[in-house]
């Protein structure tokens, strides 16, 4: 079983999108926010692996088809943006400061928590950009000297934990603007938080598409910047 799977040519791109269907059919069903078909489908995969055996490079060589459609998905986002221009239009001011005060929380969050804990350079800043979108955040660490396998997880755990508990974190604060609650799922979530704003609805997911987009290109210059602060 260990070697059929191995050799299988679509095993990963199989087992990635069964595993995130389960997923799905579970927060469906139970409608948990913990139950996020991202965090579910990954435990899946990993389960999978272990049972039988599978080492992860062949798993990867097979799954990566599924990662060429990560960056045209992303700027699929656009179109929900394209609906609702003219509201960004007439809150032009107020989502500029607050992408730009997430880009900066986020930066300036990584950088006091990696002095605290005496993080090495290489972790901070395989960390900076733990708040964008994979297919940007991979290239500013690699750029930056970073461990480009743990930006990635540090990415996706950042994208479900925002899923999680966006809806929970709205209530706390009480934040009710569609426009705020879009604008800091996207810019500190990324494509996951986008999903849950898109959930919430249709001005939520576009402010939430903006950000990602603006806040990824931000980071891009930002973690440059903060790079050389530690």
């Known amino acids: ?28 069903k139970f409608k948990m926010a913990i139950l996020n078909p991202l965090l579910i489908g990954t435990i899946c995969v990993m389960a999978v692996l272990m049972i039988f055996k599978v080492d992860y490079k062949k798993y990867n060589e097979s799954a990566k088809y599924i990662s060429y459609l990560l960056t045209p998905a992303t700027v699929c986002l656009a179109v929900p943006l394209y609906e609702q221009m003219s509201l960004l239009k007439k809150n032009f001011r107020a989502v500029a400061v607050g992408i730009v005060s997430g880009v900066l929380a986020s930066l300036v969050s990584v950088l006091a928590l990696s002095r605290i804990f005496g993080l090495s350079h290489e972790l901070y800043v395989t960390l900076l950009p733990k708040s964008i979108t994979t297919a940007i955040g991979m290239g500013v660490s690699e750029e930056l000297g970073g461990i480009v396998t743990i930006t990635v997880a540090v990415i996706i755990i950042t994208g479900i934990l925002g899923n999680v508990i966006a809806e929970l974190v709205c209530k706390i604060f009480r934040i009710q603007n569609p426009i705020a609650k879009g604008l800091a799922l996207g810019t500190a979530s990324h494509a996951i938080g986008t999903a849950k704003a898109m959930e919430m609805g249709p001005v939520e997911g576009a402010m939430s598409s903006l950000a990602i987009a603006v806040a990824g290109l931000l980071t891009v210059i930002g973690a440059s910047v903060f790079a050389g602060f530690m």
């Open 1 to 28: 079983m260990n070697e059929f799977l191995s050799n299988s040519v679509f095993f990963g791109a199989v087992l990635s999108l069964a595993a995130y269907e389960t997923g799905l059919l579970l927060k469906k």
